[in-house]
């Protein structure tokens, strides 16, 4: 019997293929997410790993056994699933391991309009009956099947990003994408067609093996060839998606990084202007600017955990018009709640076209603070060392703690979030400060009881 715990996570399935799961397996999901969303009807999409289509067919197998229709979408990104799942008003399941190594992969699941599903929300009871039908006895198939069609709804994707974000006025501009050889190959070219912007492909050849460097912007080291390129093209921006694409990272006309908090503040000025008043969600490792900048522009901030999860609930619970995360994941009012670095992505370039000043200098005045960027410590004994942290920052004057997500520590001058892996012995930490040396300073200080 396969061990589940290892690859049932908080909030999706994900696991090495053959190894830890199978297309066996896959089936009974389906039929699990068939009978745990109790719908009619569900949709199911798959990037280009290797072993994704065969898992993704077998889902459906196991969905339409228990008399359910499925639609299948095929190839597409994250988020294109979750449009399908928006816009067709059905659950969903999306098989893909995002930036991991090309022997993973996994499936992300929703409820109908993206709403989704996590340990609390579903994945739980979808685990049970999976590991119930793995111990004795699989499903009892309906009276009748349901049916498995195809559809592609790229083209009806495209259309709705772009109805969001108006681009056809801005001037023209050199893009250089790099794709990572993930789904942003799939989905760029279709969205970007007919627009004023002359196209740099990096890596747009689909290949769930990753030749080229692993789809995780997140690393410096995978942004090297982007950078580069921008440099040497003279190109306006340069963009870099993760594997399934629902990530989007953000370089300058100089090749510098641009912090996925300065792109959450930038995004949120724009929604404002749509939606005056609003609520603008950010996590607690977001930067001060986030909600300074909410602030100064009419909307109400809400802080909350890290994880697209906590995320999608605090903008159901508040009718939130936009959420961001340091980890480059953009949430949208406009699109179900969900996340879609594409949309954040359209937003930036159209701020940009719509003037004639370079990223850099667009994005300086949201850019306001010094940070460290997340830096991970392996620890024996994760809540012990939290506990030392805490003993040595509750007694220091002008300090505020909260444990909303872990440790924070607040002072006039500089923050910092301490937080445990759900996954891994580690701890993480967040830095920032009025300046640079603030920063290193507090940086090394939390450093020296974390790893003592």
């Known amino acids: 019997m396969p061990d589940l715990s290892q690859i049932v996570k908080a909030y999706d399935v994900r696991g090495v293929v053959p190894d830890q799961w199978d297309e066996a397996l896959a089936e009974l999901f389906g039929a699990a997410f068939a009978r745990v969303t109790d719908a009619d009807a569900i949709v199911v999409g798959h990037d280009m790993r290797p072993s994704s289509p065969g898992l993704a067919r077998a889902f459906a197998r196991g969905a339409a056994s228990l008399g359910v229709d499925v639609t299948e979408i095929g190839l597409c990104?994250?988020?294109?699933?979750?449009?399908?799942?928006?816009?067709?008003?059905?659950?969903?399941?999306?098989f893909t391991a995002s930036h991991n190594p090309a022997r993973y992969n996994g499936i992300k699941m929703c409820r109908a309009g993206a709403a989704p599903i996590g340990q609390d929300s579903g994945l739980g009871e979808i685990r049970a009956l999976v590991e119930g039908?793995?111990?004795?006895?699989?499903?009892?198939?309906?009276?009748?099947?349901?049916?498995?069609?195809?559809?592609?709804?790229?083209?009806?994707?495209?259309?709705?990003?772009?109805?969001?974000?108006?681009?056809?006025?801005?001037?023209?501009?050199?893009?250089?994408?790099?794709?990572?050889?993930?789904?942003?190959?799939?989905?760029?070219?279709?969205?970007?067609?007919?627009?004023?912007?002359?196209?740099?492909?990096?890596?747009?050849?689909?290949?769930?093996?990753?030749?080229?460097?692993?789809?995780?912007?997140?690393?410096?080291?995978?942004?090297?060839?982007?950078q580069a390129r921008v440099r040497e093209t003279g190109a306006d921006i340069g963009l870099a998606f993760d594997g399934d694409a629902d990530r989007c990272f953000v370089v300058d006309g100089r090749g510098e990084p641009v912090s996925p908090s300065a792109i959450t503040a930038l995004v949120a000025s724009r929604e404002l202007a749509k939606h005056p008043g609003g609520t603008v969600i950010h996590?607690?490792?977001?930067?001060?600017?986030?909600?300074?900048v909410v602030k100064e522009n009419g909307g109400t901030p809400v802080r909350t955990r890290v994880g697209h999860s906590f995320i999608k609930a605090e903008m159901a619970r508040t009718g939130a018009i936009f959420g961001g995360e340091?980890?480059?994941?953009?949430?949208?009012?406009?699109?179900?709640?969900?996340?879609?670095?594409?949309?954040?992505?359209?937003?930036?370039?159209?701020?940009?076209?719509?003037?004639?000043?370079?990223?850099?200098?667009?994005?300086?005045?949201?850019?306001?603070?010094?940070?460290?960027?997340?830096?991970?410590?392996?620890?024996?004994?994760?809540t012990g060392r939290m506990e030392a942290v805490k003993a040595a920052y509750e007694r220091r004057e002008g300090a505020e703690l909260d444990e909303l997500d872990g440790l924070t520590v607040t002072t006039a001058n500089w923050w910092f979030n301490l937080r445990p892996s759900n996954t891994e012995p580690l701890l993480r930490l967040n830095v920032e400060a009025r300046d640079q040396e603030t920063a290193a300073e507090v940086r090394d200080e939390v450093l020296s009881i974390v790893r003592a």
């Open 283 to 292: 996590n607690c490792i977001t930067s001060w600017s986030v909600p300074e």
């Open 77 to 94: 990104s994250t988020d294109q699933l979750y449009f399908a799942s928006g816009y067709l008003d059905l659950p969903g399941a999306m």
């Open 326 to 382: 340091h980890s480059a994941h953009y949430y949208f009012r406009d699109f179900w709640n969900a996340d879609t670095g594409m949309l954040a992505a359209l937003h930036v370039l159209a701020a940009l076209g719509g003037q004639q000043g370079p990223l850099s200098g667009l994005v300086a005045q949201y850019d306001r603070y010094a940070a460290s960027g997340e830096i991970n410590s392996t620890v024996d004994d994760q």
């Open 133 to 226: 039908w793995t111990d004795g006895g699989a499903p009892e198939p309906a009276a009748e099947p349901g049916t498995i069609t195809q559809r592609d709804v790229l083209h009806d994707y495209a259309a709705h990003l772009r109805s969001l974000v108006d681009l056809t006025a801005i001037r023209p501009l050199k893009v250089v994408v790099d794709a990572g050889n993930g789904m942003g190959g799939h989905t760029v070219p279709t969205v970007f067609e007919g627009l004023p912007l002359e196209l740099d492909a990096l890596y747009f050849e689909l290949d769930g093996t990753f030749p080229n460097h692993e789809a995780n912007p997140l690393d410096p080291k995978n942004i090297v060839d982007l």
